[in-house]
Nanobody, 117 residues
Framework: QVQLVESGGGLVQAGGSLRLSCAASGTIFSIYAMGWYRQGPGKQRELVATVTRSDSTYYADSVKGRFTISRDNAKNTVYLQMNSLKPEDTAVYYC???????????WGQGTQVTVSS
């Protein structure tokens, strides 16, 4: 059974920083992509950033230049460094792990990030 354990969320003032971590445990074969999604109050879940096994990255326009995604393949862990946080970044952040072409997909339980103005 695969489990994704997220940590690092919390309350921060606008302009501050947080670092999210997501560690995957269990038997996992050939992880292709790891990423972060978020769901704000009254909004749909949206993609924030992803990183592939070859370190190719993608960022939503709203976070480019402020967030950085990275992964440690040996530890099956993905990180999201969030700088210059804005109130509109307030959301529950979810970690997602997938195989090639989404042959398998796992989600974390979510971690709350709240940015106060």
């Amino acid at each position: 059974q695969v489990q994704l354990v997220e940590s690092g969320g919390g309350l921060v003032q606008a302009g501050g920083s947080l670092r999210l971590s997501c560690a995957a445990s269990g038997t996992i074969f050939s992880i292709y992509a790891m990423g972060w999604y978020r769901q704000g109050p009254g909004k749909q879940r949206e993609l924030v950033a992803t990183v592939t096994r070859s370190d190719s990255t993608y960022y939503a326009d709203s976070v480019k230049g402020r967030f950085t995604i990275s992964r440690d393949n040996a530890k099956n862990t993905v990180y999201l460094q969030m700088n210059s946080l804005k109130p509109e970044d307030t959301a529950v952040y979810y970690c997602r792990l997938s195989g090639y072409k989404d042959s398998f997909v796992y989600w974390g339980q979510g971690t709350q990030v709240t940015v106060s103005s």
